[in-house]
């Protein structure tokens, strides 16, 4: 299996998910991820048992809110506040290509492990910023997370959230513009390892949520800078879009949703009303051609209502099988686990845990070679720690004085 980050090191000093999710996807692709934690608590997010209201466990050692974010790594545990764990710290980064953190500066600047710190001890390291809000400006030194800086700040909030709503729409998942954005560092670095091997230079990478979420909104955003100010609301009609009766959400007979977006609407009509037993419907006047059906879209919009109404989800999935136009299930997350493309492409993948017991993880949407990644668990707290201090040169007895020191865990 073609693994491109094979060979590549990564000092990852992070916690929660935007930052890790980045080491996670790097690990997947080959890349050896060490990861420092408090040498007592270890990353904060191993304490969140509860998420969205939902139990954030899996059984046994299995943390799913753990494993997404930090599958395929070393975890060392690290007191990076105690003198006498520099040296272990200094010789780490000294052997890596990528440092990796989403420390404050505050925090980074106590701690010695700001840019200057990490690129006094080696010249030519990446290194890599993950923010709320960026490095520049009066928040420079602002903590976020992705429901503050991604998803309100961002735009995606309002987006989503109707204009006589009582409260705001939350987002759809956990860490979820933290997984975005993961996703979106990984790109950075692999962008700045090919710069460091092209120029010879190291890059300072940064990316922040709220920069994450405003490229997710772009095209609102796009138009509101070209409007020069704010987006007007157009009221949508109950079924359909204004003028085309083949987009949008319809609720199905069992109570579940059917997306459509057949952009158009002269070419997929006749094929929709010959799908769901409706043929006299290509002939109808009001329906004759493109140009009569966007004019009568919302009379057409609540005869597609009535008609998706009959028939419950699966019954429409097998109807609509191997049709032309675009459509596609409202999926639960149950169901996005058992989504057949999802599998037949290895993007759920299979992984042991801690205990042995066999588990599946969404696997990342990159694939190189159209080779499915193999996942490998993630660690337990401080899991690797002798073993990543022996392969430094560390002897036994300099171990346990760390130990003593409690510079380790």
């Known amino acids: ?150 998803w309100a700040r961002g735009g995606s909030a309002a987006g989503v959230t109707p204009a006589d709503a009582d409260g705001v729409t939350r987002q759809p998942s956990g860490a979820y513009g933290d997984s975005i954005g993961g996703m979106t560092i990984a790109g950075g670095i692999a962008a700045a390892l090919y710069s460091r091997k092209a120029t010879g230079e190291p890059s300072v990478v940064d990316v922040s949520l709220l920069g994450v979420g405003a490229w997710a909104t772009q095209f609102s955003v796009n138009l509101a800078l070209a409007a020069g100010g704010p987006l007007p609301r157009p009221e949508q009609p109950r079924h359909g879009s204004m003028a085309n009766p083949l987009i949008g959400a319809y609720r199905t007979a069992d109570g579940r949703w059917l997306e459509l977006a057949m952009l158009q609407p002269g070419r997929y009509w006749p094929e929709f009303c010959r799908v769901a037993g409706r043929e006299d419907l290509i002939s109808d006047e009001r329906f004759d051609g493109v140009e009569n059906i966007m004019k009568n879209a919302a009379a057409a919009g609540e005869i597609v209502a009535e008609i998706i109404a009959a028939r419950d989800h699966a019954e429409w999935a097998e109807l609509l099988k191997g049709t032309d136009g675009q459509w596609a299930l409202v999926q639960e997350p149950w169901d996005v686990a058992q989504d057949p493309s999802l599998r037949a492409n290895g993007l759920i993948a299979a992984l042991e845990d801690a205990d042995g017991v066999p588990r599946e993880l969404v696997a990342n949407p990159v694939q190189f070679d159209e080779t499915p990644v193999e996942l490998r668990r993630a660690p337990q707290f401080a899991e690797h720690t002798d073993e990543v201090l022996r392969e430094l040169g560390w002897s036994e007895d300099e171990l346990i004085q760390l130990k003593i020191d409690g510079a380790v865990t």
């Open 1 to 150: 299996m073609h693994r491109p980050m094979e060979g590549v090191r990564v000092l990852e000093v992070a916690q929660f998910t935007f930052v890790p999710a980045a080491g996670a996807v790097l690990a997947d692709w080959g890349a050896d991820i060490i990861k420092v934690e408090h040498a007592e608590r270890g990353d904060a997010q191993r304490g969140l048992i509860r998420v969205l209201g939902l139990d954030a466990r899996g059984g046994g050692s299995f943390f799913p809110i753990m494993e997404g974010p930090n599958r395929g790594k070393r975890s060392v545990g690290l007191a990076l506040e105690n003198p006498a764990a520099r040296p272990v710290l200094e010789r780490l980064v000294r052997e890596s290509d990528v440092f990796l953190t989403n420390f404050l500066p505050g925090a980074r600047a106590r701690l010695g492990i700001d840019v200057a710190d990490i690129r006094a001890i080696n010249p030519d390291i990446i290194y890599v910023r993950g923010s709320g809000f960026g490095q520049s400006g009066d928040e420079a030194d602002k903590g976020g997370y992705d429901s503050t800086a991604f």
